[in-house]
């Protein structure tokens, strides 16, 4: 059996779903990872490989930048998920003259944050903090938290 590929010249028809349930999971050979949309009784599901995946995640992360805006929420007061466990590296940044820190996010892969001159010198003294901080706290008895 051979597979039809699309003809390009055939305009595909596109069809507005209304309040879709999203379910997204690796298959068991942890290879590909299967997506399937449903709303009401009309269901999508696509295999979609590691880049694909990736490929999606940056598109939908690009679609939610541009509906917040330019300029990035306040993050005082927000939860977090931290990376606990993770490889890590600064790189210089030209642009900035600063510096970038990229780790590897177990969710979204290879991310980074550039740091102008000043953020730098500011997460560097908040650093240096945290660690007086600990210290004093575990010759107290525990750690902070």
């Known amino acids: 059996m051979t597979k039809k590929t699309p003809n390009p010249d055939v305009a595909l028809s596109v069809e507005r779903v209304k309040a879709p349930h999203i379910h997204i999971a690796p ?9 399937e949309i449903t ?20 598109a939908l992360g690009a679609a939610r930048q541009a509906m917040r805006g330019t300029e990035p929420p306040p993050i005082e007061g927000v939860s977090v998920n931290p990376v606990r466990r993770t490889n890590w590296a600064l790189q210089l940044d030209p642009d900035s003259q600063g510096s970038i820190l990229a780790f590897q996010h177990p ?39």
Do not use: C, F, M, W
Request: hydrophobic share 45%; glycine share 10%.
């Open 27 to 35: 298959s068991e050979d942890r290879q590909h990872a299967h997506l």
């Open 39 to 58: 709303s009401g009784r009309k269901k999508i599901a696509i295999d979609l490989t590691a880049a694909e995946l990736a490929g999606l995640i940056t």
């Open 107 to 145: 969710a979204y892969g290879p991310v980074g944050i550039a740091l102008p001159p000043q953020d730098s010198a500011t997460l560097a003294k908040g650093l240096a903090l945290h660690q007086q901080l600990n210290a004093v706290t575990l010759k107290a008895g525990g750690p902070a938290n």
